[in-house]
């Protein structure tokens, strides 16, 4: 069975830090992209980041870039994101969800990811 286990989330002041993990099961890891994904109460599910291992190639969305680090350790089947400097507008429940990688080469947010998490609650406090 495909499995991707989200982790990492939980309650933390605004400026502090939180590392999300991703570990993948049932499919080859290293085909695919993976992407967090995230929403929050009321709003649409954006885009978070994504890697790309196989590329070597990570993406951002503007909100976050400068902020959060994307990576990636394929020998354990996992994803990281390193989220520093939280803001009280990051706090939403956090996805992982995964897509062949050559889907993205056109942009990572264009195609349908096959693949999703259970999801991690992420709340930064003010």
């Known amino acids: 069975d495909v499995q991707l286990q989200a982790s990492g989330g939980g309650l933390v002041q605004a400026g502090g830090s939180l590392r999300l993990s991703c570990t993948a099961s049932?499919?080859?890891?290293?085909?695919?992209?993976i992407a967090w994904f995230r929403q929050a109460p009321g709003k649409e599910r954006e885009g978070v980041s994504c890697?790309?291992?196989?590329?070597?190639?990570?993406y951002y969305a503007d909100s976050v870039k400068g902020r959060f680090t994307i990576s990636s350790d394929n020998a354990k089947n996992t994803v990281y994101l390193q989220m520093n400097s939280l803001k009280p507008e990051d706090t939403a429940v956090y996805y992982c969800?995964?897509?062949?990688?050559?889907?993205?080469?056109?942009?990572?947010?264009?195609?349908?990811?096959?693949?999703w998490g259970q999801g991690t609650l992420v709340t930064v406090s003010s």
């Open positions: 890697i790309s291992s196989s590329a070597g190639k990570t």
């Open positions: 969800a995964a897509v062949l990688a050559r889907f993205v080469v056109s942009g990572w947010l264009v195609p349908q990811y096959d693949y």
């Open positions: 049932g499919f080859t890891f290293d085909r695919y992209a």
